[in-house]
């Protein structure tokens, strides 16, 4: 009996090219673009040339608009390297969010029970140590339970994130400026300490520095390390990593650490650096967008910028439009949300190919 070949079939493709994975990407953020403004057109009747004008004026069309934008990309940016070694290592860490927030914490805890007792230079290298070390705490709790009883790590970091913001609201009860506000408010506003400094007249300076200095390190110690290569490992099988002679629940807590570890300092980056206060919503989701960016960068840190700063720049553009258009953030959102779609689906088509169907000769 023949049986005939279907039509159409998904084949994984052996290799793909720098050059053929950057092309496919930025078809795809062609064909978004043209999705949204036939969008554009048909919800909102606007011209969606005068709309994307509208999201790169308000994504950089001031000096200010640019270094919010830079700002807030970075943090981003952070997140999702902090997130990198643990999803290299298969290890679902969805707890950023708390992570964030305990560093955070940690952060306006220092500012204000040690302002007016340290130098702003000592005060902030104790913060910089008491964030990365929340953060790590954090992080380290979840990845005990996975290694000691094989609990699931995606519920378990989860749930964390709840009892982070539990914990930050028990704070600001203690916190309240002014009372009865529930509400930190703006912490040493009258003599800044443990804020950071300005460089050559701009605040955000030593954000960029900060991040950039953490990328780059990030990038040597998961491609060229001996304890990156076992998170790939660990990643790719952790029998294999057993038979390797590789520890694997070591290399489970070391690397959730570390991530937590670096969540938390962004958490100090977001309080000392931007918002100088302190609330639940101080990551404001930045911990779950960290998952896009750091998927779709494969885990390379470098990409890593690029992408924070194309969801950022779509974010703060759209914060614009909302506003010059008269459209309301579930708009802006779609198209945000268009553009993701296109750009998570674009991967499809670099790791896979279709295969039709030749037709055969008849003999």
Avoid at 33 to 45: G, H, N, S
Avoid at 124 to 139: D, E, K, N, R
Avoid at 234 to 241: D, K, L
Avoid at 296 to 325: D, R, Y
């Amino acid at each position: 009996m023949n049986h005939k070949e279907p039509f159409v079939r998904m084949k994984k493709r052996s290799t793909v090219s720098l050059k053929q994975a950057v092309l496919v990407r930025l078809i795809a953020v062609l064909l978004s673009l043209v999705v949204c403004a036939v969008f554009i057109v048909i919800v909102t009747q606007q011209n969606p040339i005068q709309v994307y004008a509208g999201i790169i004026d308000g994504a950089v069309g001031t000096g200010r608009r640019a270094w919010v934008t830079i700002r807030e990309t970075v943090v981003l940016l952070l997140i999702a390297v902090g997130l990198a070694p643990a999803f290299k290592m298969r290890f679902w860490n969805i707890g950023a969010e708390g992570q964030v927030l305990m560093g955070g914490l940690a952060s306006a805890a220092l500012m204000i029970y040690l302002g007016d007792l340290l130098p702003n230079f000592v005060l902030l290298i104790v913060i910089f140590v008491a964030s990365m070390l929340a953060g790590l705490i954090w992080g380290y709790i979840p990845a005990f339970f996975k290694a000691r009883y094989n609990t699931n790590e995606t519920l378990f970091t989860l749930m964390m994130n709840y009892v982070a913001m539990q914990v930050v609201t028990f704070r600001i009860v203690f916190w309240e400026n002014p009372a009865g506000s529930n509400t930190v408010g703006i912490i040493n506003a009258a003599s800044q300490k443990g804020w950071f400094p300005t460089i050559a007249g701009n605040s955000y300076v030593l954000n960029v520095i900060i991040v950039l200095v953490f990328t780059v390190l990030m990038y040597y110690y998961m491609a060229y390390s001996k304890q990156g290569y076992e998170i790939a490992v660990v990643g790719e099988s952790q029998n294999t990593a057993r038979y390797a002679g590789i520890n694997v629940k070591r290399v489970i807590k070391r690397t959730m650490m570390i991530s937590g570890a670096i969540c938390g300092l962004a958490g100090m980056v977001i309080v000392c650096g931007a918002g100088h206060t302190i609330s639940t919503s101080t990551a404001n989701g930045r911990g779950f967008t960290a998952i896009i960016v750091a998927w779709m960068a494969k885990f390379n840190p470098f990409f890593m910028i690029l992408i924070s700063a194309l969801l950022v720049f779509m974010q703060q553009g759209a914060i614009q439009i909302a506003t010059q258009f008269g459209l309301n953030k579930n708009a802006s959102d779609i198209i945000t949300g268009i553009i993701l779609f296109f750009l998570i689906g674009c991967e499809f088509f670099i790791n896979y190919e279709l295969e039709f169907r030749k037709k055969q000769k008849e003999a």
